[in-house]
Structure formats: structure tokens, C-alpha cells
């Protein structure tokens, strides 16, 4: 009989589940909150409370989508953490009862391993050792993956993560949360005329708090002078927000690849979603002669998939969890 393992991915504002039959996707289904368009950010409150009411929905469709049996299941697989608290104890409570109910075993799996796993979704994923820079909304990593089970933390944010600065500046602006898809559509559309500083943090690590800062100077200075501001060069200051984006990550990726020896190379999480990040990978590639693996956008963002191949790894390892087992808001990695 195939490993059959239910995934179940509840971390932040999205209710995701899917089946993963011997390592391959059966199922991924993913419910996309609405709820905190208008907020410029996730409410967990409201995040909580819309996973209540989505994840039974959300299961059910992942198991029929499959097409196997409850009775055919062999683990239930929950993000543990990291995360918002009141959304993960939702998939984490739930998935204890389903694995109780049908007396199979729990695996508890850290959400940004997932994103890392992500890669191993389709055939031809990564040769290790690899680099993946991981960059959501809550964290932007440079990891150094060594095998499916083994991987280490070579840099980090200090303060805020990539898709955060992509959010706050949508914030400022005046679009919709999550501002990081719509900021790469204007961009697309302008120049990236303005100049805003690159960080300068030791090693391998980020900042951004200081492009927030930079950049809410910038439009308190200009609107000061011109009230339409904004409106009138929307698409340019997304361009240069964006490119000073990724300009920062790329040079700690490159800076990475340099000091490690290491030229396989992987992007994961929400950003690796953008345009212009996707397409600077593929011309450093070029350039310099690396291995790149670019996510297809289904597993960019969060979803259950990416959480049910890294339990299918722990599977094999017979790495179980106990009923025991706490969602934990600051899992360590
Ligand atoms: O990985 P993810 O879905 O959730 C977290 O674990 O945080 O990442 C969400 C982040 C948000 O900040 C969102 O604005 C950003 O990914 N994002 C993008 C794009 N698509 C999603 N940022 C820039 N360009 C995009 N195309
Ligand atoms: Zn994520």
C-alpha cells in the first residue's frame, strides 16, 4: 500500500490541505482569506475564526480531490509552527483528532522547512547540497540545505522580512493587503527611477526596517510638495521598491554562493512569487554558471503540499509526534 499522508497547513491566513500518495501530490487545496484586505496586514483574530470555519471544507476536498479513502491514510501531518498562535492550535487540534480518531500516527513539521520542501514537490528537485533563499511575508532565510532532513540557517532578517516590506509599503500607498502581488503588477509597468538605500548588515544577514523608513520619508517629502504624488507615479516607486528589494536579497544570495562554494541554488516562499525576483535568479544563473530551482507559484505561497512532502521525508525516518505535541508560535528552526 502507498504512504498516504494528510497534510494540513493553518499557520497564518490561509486554510490549506492536501494528500501526498509516496512523495507526489494528489491534492493541494488552499482557502485564501479575504478577511484582512482592508486591514494592511493579517488579524489574527479574524485569521483564527475563518480557519475554524474553512478546515473541515478544506480536508474534505483535499481527501475527495485524491480520490482515496480516510480508511487508506497512513499519517496526518500539521505545521506545528512557526506562526500565529490561535491559527495553527486550529490545524494542530485538528489534526490530533483525525490521527486519534483513525489510530495512525502525527508528524509535526516547521513551516519554513516546508517552504524549503517545497522544491521536492515535482520530479527533478534540487541537487544537494543546495542554498534556498526563503523569503514570505514573516521571514527571509538564507538556508543551506544538505539532505531532505538536514539544513541550516546561514543568514536571516534582523527586524522585518521581505514580504513585509513589500506589505508595509503597500500600506503606505494605499493598496489592499497583500500588496507584495499587486507592487510587482505596477511595477511591471514602471521605471525604477527613485533610490532608496540597500542595507549594509554584517555576514549573511538582512534589514529592512530601514527601506520602511526610507521610503515613508520619501513619500511624506514629496507628497508635501505634490498632493497627487502617489497617484502619479504609483508604477515608478513600486519599480524602485521593488528592485531595492531585490537587489538586497540577491546580493546575500550571491555573497552566499561565494562563501560556501555551493552554485545549486533555490528560491521558496510568498516573494519567490515575484516577477522581477524570479527572473534575476535566472540571469545571475546564467551568469555565473549556477543550478537555479524556481518553485511553480502554487507552491510559493503557503500551502499544505509543501507541508505533506517534508512529513513524507519524516515518514520514511519513522520521525513520529506524540498527542502530546504544541503548536509553537516561535518554533525554532
Ligand atoms: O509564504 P507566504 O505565502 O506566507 C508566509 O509564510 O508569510 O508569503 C506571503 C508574502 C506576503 O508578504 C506577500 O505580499 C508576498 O509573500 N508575495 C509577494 C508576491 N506574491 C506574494 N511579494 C512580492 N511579489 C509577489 N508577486
Ligand atoms: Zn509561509
Not at 512523495?23 to 488552499?30: E, H, K, P, Q
Not at 480531490?65 to 480508511?71: C, E, L, R, Y
Not at 514629496?222 to 507615479?233: C, G, M, R, W, Y
Not at 512569487?273 to 511553480?296: C, F, K, T, V
Request: aromatic residues 8%; glycine residues 8%.
Amino acid at each position: 500500500m502507498p504512504i498516504n499522508i494528510l497534510a494540513i497547513e493553518s499557520s497564518c491566513d490561509d486554510t490549506s490541505a492536501s494528500i501526498i500518495s509516496d512523495g507526489r501530490v494528489l491534492s493541494n487545496i488552499v482557502s485564501v482569506q479575504t478577511a484582512h484586505a482592508d486591514y494592511g496586514g493579517v488579524i489574527p483574530e479574524l485569521a483564527s475564526r475563518e480557519h475554524q470555519l474553512h478546515i473541515v471544507p478544506v480536508v474534505d476536498q483535499a481527501i475527495e480531490k485524491a480520490g482515496i479513502k480516510k480508511s487508506e491514510l497512513s499519517a496526518i501531518a500539521f505545521t506545528r509552527g512557526p506562526g500565529l498562535l490561535g491559527s495553527l492550535i486550529v490545524g494542530v487540534s485538528f489534526a490530533k483528532s483525525m490521527a486519534m480518531s483513525l489510530d495512525i500516527p502525527l508528524i509535526d513539521v516547521h513551516h519554513m522547512h516546508a517552504h524549503v520542501m517545497a522544491h521536492f514537490a515535482v520530479e527533478d528537485g534540487p541537487i544537494f547540497p543546495f542554498l534556498c533563499l526563503t523569503v514570505s511575508g514573516g521571514h527571509t532565510q538564507i538556508i543551506k540545505v544538505t539532505d531532505y532532513n538536514t539544513m541550516e540557517i546561514l543568514g536571516q532578517t534582523m527586524d522585518d522580512a521581505a514580504g513585509e516590506a513589500f506589505d508595509k509599503t503597500g500600506k503606505m500607498l494605499g493598496l489592499p493587503y497583500p500588496a507584495g502581488p499587486i507592487i510587482d503588477k505596477y511595477a511591471q509597468q514602471g521605471e525604477a527611477k527613485f533610490e532608496f538605500p540597500i542595507s549594509k548588515i554584517d555576514e549573511l544577514n538582512f534589514s529592512f526596517s530601514g527601506l520602511k523608513t526610507a521610503i515613508l520619508y520619501f513619500l511624506r517629502d514629496n507628497v508635501k510638495k505634490d498632493s497627487d504624488f502617489i497617484n502619479k507615479e504609483l508604477n515608478n516607486i513600486c519599480a524602485s521598491v521593488q528592485k531595492t528589494i531585490v537587489d538586497t536579497l540577491m546580493i546575500k544570495l550571491i555573497k552566499a554562493s561565494e562563501m560556501t562554494g555551493i552554485t545549486s541554488i533555490a528560491i521558496a516562499g510568498g516573494v519567490s512569487a515575484n516577477s522581477e525576483m524570479r527572473q534575476r535568479l535566472i540571469d545571475e544563473s546564467q551568469s555565473r554558471g549556477w543550478s537555479h530551482y524556481i518553485p511553480d507559484f502554487e507552491y510559493c505561497r503557503d500551502n499544505a503540499a509543501m507541508i505533506g512532502i517534508s512529513a513524507y521525508y519524516k515518514y520514511l525516518n519513522k520521525e513520529f509526534c506524540g498527542q502530546d505535541v504544541k503548536a509553537e508560535a516561535r518554533l525554532v528552526f
